[in-house]
């Protein structure tokens, strides 16, 4: 069966930085768009980052651009995320996501396209 595993989490001062993987397994890894997302406590789940099956399009959400970039190694079935300059509001589960659906801008950074999904990592970020 289909499983994402997240590593990389943990506790970090406001300024530092963090490399989060995703290890895939049971999947055409190549064939899928990649996704992270992120959810802290009393808050909705949101979008931080995507990247493309094919040609490795990127997209952010604007509250991680320029500070977190996303990557992935087909190779090795795995997604990363390298965060740089973290604060407080970072602080969440990450969760990476699987699409197998055709890419896009809009259904890259939609959660309810996404078919499958990691348990998450946590990330805390102290001030």
């Known amino acids: 069966q289909v499983q994402l595993v997240e590593s990389g989490g943990g506790l970090v001062q406001a300024g530092g930085s963090l490399r989060l993987s995703c290890a895939a397994s049971?999947?055409?890894?190549?064939?899928?768009?990649m996704g992270w997302f992120r959810q802290a406590p009393g808050k909705e789940r949101e979008f931080v980052a995507a990247?493309?099956?094919?040609?490795?399009?990127?997209i952010y959400a604007d509250s991680v651009k320029s500070r977190f970039t996303i990557s992935r190694d087909n190779a090795k079935n795995t997604v990363f995320l390298q965060m740089n300059t973290l604060n407080p509001e970072d602080t969440a589960v990450y969760l990476c996501?699987?699409?197998?659906?055709?890419?896009?801008?809009?259904?890259?950074?939609?959660?309810?396209?996404?078919?499958?999904w990691g348990q998450g990592t946590q990330v805390t970020v102290s001030s």
């Open positions: 049971g999947l055409s890894f190549s064939r899928y768009t």
């Open positions: 990247i493309s099956k094919s040609d490795g399009t990127t």
């Open positions: 996501a699987a699409d197998a659906g055709p890419y896009s801008m809009y259904r890259a950074s939609t959660s309810q396209y996404y078919d499958h």
